[in-house]
Every structure is written in C-alpha cells, then in structure tokens.
C-alpha cells in the first residue's frame, strides 16, 4: 500500500488510531506503529514526539492501519476455522464498559520506550559503568 492520492500524508482509514508504516529508504521492510490522531491532523511517533501529515509522507511508506483486538481475535478465527472446521464460534462483540474500553485508544506497545525513559537508562548506564571502572581502578591501584 501507500499514501492515499488525495491526503497524501494521511491513513486511508483515519478513524483508526494505530497505523503501520516503514521507513521510506526501505518501503516494506521492518514495519513500525505509529498513531493518527484525526483531530488535530498529525501524527504521534514512538517517542512521543509528532509530526505533520506532509512531513510523515517524506519519511515513511504507508503499510496499513493496525488491526483492532477484535480484528485480531476475528481473523485468528477464521485461520483456525479453516484448520478446523469444528471449532467453538468466536465471542460476541463486547457491550457496555467492556465496549467503551474496547473503542479507547490503545497502549502503546510494551517494547516501546519514551525517549526521556531512555536517556534516564542510558544515563544510568554510563553512571554504573563509571563508578564501576573506578571502584576496580582503585582496587587494582592504577591511581598510585
């Protein structure tokens, strides 16, 4: 898939919150989330930045929105229907609170760090190998 013709920049299904792109140096390869929001017509990175909807048709290549819970629960369904064709039917579509938590935004994925988490862990990082190197400088006497 790509950018639409006429948002170009823009998902083809703007209502949904989560999109798959790649980098546009590698169209196709390593795929990455990002998220729409419809409302102020940008979008949000990994890190929490954003970026406007011209700047995201430079950088990436649209893949396709992200499938919904439900979507995935629906097409792992069908994939076992077709493996077996005896099995239970899939779960009724959710209602009340469950429905209004089913249509929220999702999290984002768990592998995902902010970047002021990682500068803290890298920071920490350097921190622990510093006083590490210098507790066995001393313990070695290279001081001396």
């Given at each position: 898939m790509s950018w639409p013709e006429a948002r170009l920049g823009e998902p083809t299904d703007p209502n949904r919150p989560w999109h798959w792109v790649s980098r546009a140096e590698e169209p196709g390869g390593h795929p990455l989330p990002i998220g729409w929001?419809?409302?102020l017509r940008h979008w949000v990175l990994w890190d929490?930045?954003?970026?406007s909807a011209e700047?995201?048709?430079r950088r990436f290549a649209y893949i396709g929105p992200c499938l919904t819970p439900a979507e995935t629960q629906a097409a792992v369904a069908d994939a076992v229907a077709v493996?077996?064709?005896?099995?239970?039917?899939?779960?009724q579509e959710p209602r009340g609170?469950?429905?209004?938590?089913?249509?929220?935004?999702?999290?984002p994925p768990p592998a995902m760090v902010y970047r002021k988490d990682a500068i803290r862990n890298h920071l920490l990082i350097f921190a622990g190998t510093l006083f590490g190197t210098l507790f066995l400088a001393e313990k070695l006497n290279l001081f001396r």
């Open positions: 929001n419809p409302h929490g930045s954003t970026i700047e995201a048709a493996a077996a064709p005896a099995a239970p039917p899939p779960e609170l469950a429905a209004l938590a089913a249509s929220a935004l999702p999290e």
